[in-house]
C-alpha cells in the first residue's frame, strides 16, 4: 500500500491560485498513473487531472486551461497548479496512485484528501 499526502490547500477568493502537492511513500512497485479528484458536499467524486508515468496528461473539461498537473517521479510528488478558481472548484480534493505490481495486478490507493475553499 502506498501512503498518500496531499496539502496545499486553503480558502481562497475567486480568482486567485493554489499549488496542491501529493507526496508518496511506502510503494513497494512501480506507480504508473497518479491523479486528482475532488468531492464537493452532495457530489460524487469526480476526476480533476491525471498523470501517467510516461507523461501523458489528461483534464476534466471544467478545470482544462486552469491546472496543470505535474509529476517529480524521482521524488515520488505530483503536483496541481489551479489558476482562477472559481467558487464551484470548491471541494475536497484527494490524490489517487495506481500502482502496478511484478504480476501486473494494479492497485490504487487514496490520500485523505485536502480541503479547498473558493469565495466568491
Known amino acids: 500500500q502506498v501512503q498518500l499526502v496531499e496539502s496545499g490547500g486553503g480558502l481562497v477568493q475567486a480568482g486567485e491560485s493554489l499549488r496542491l502537492s501529493c507526496s508518496a511513500s511506502?510503494?513497494?512497485?512501480?506507480?504508473?498513473?497518479m491523479g486528482w479528484y475532488r468531492q464537493a458536499p452532495g457530489k460524487q467524486r469526480e476526476l480533476v487531472a491525471t498523470?501517467?508515468?510516461?507523461?501523458?496528461?489528461n483534464y476534466a473539461d471544467s478545470v482544462k486551461g486552469r491546472s496543470t498537473i505535474s509529476r517529480d517521479i524521482a521524488k515520488n510528488t505530483m503536483y496541481l497548479q489551479m489558476d482562477s478558481l472559481k467558487p464551484e472548484d470548491t471541494a475536497v480534493y484527494y490524490c489517487?496512485?495506481?500502482?502496478?505490481?511484478?504480476?501486473?495486478?494494479?492497485?490504487?490507493?487514496w490520500g485523505q484528501g485536502t480541503q479547498v475553499t473558493v469565495s466568491s
Open positions: 498523470s501517467t508515468s510516461d507523461g501523458r496528461t
Open positions: 489517487n496512485a495506481v500502482s502496478i505490481t511484478s504480476s501486473g495486478l494494479r492497485i490504487g490507493d
Open positions: 511506502g510503494s513497494r512497485f512501480r506507480i504508473d498513473i
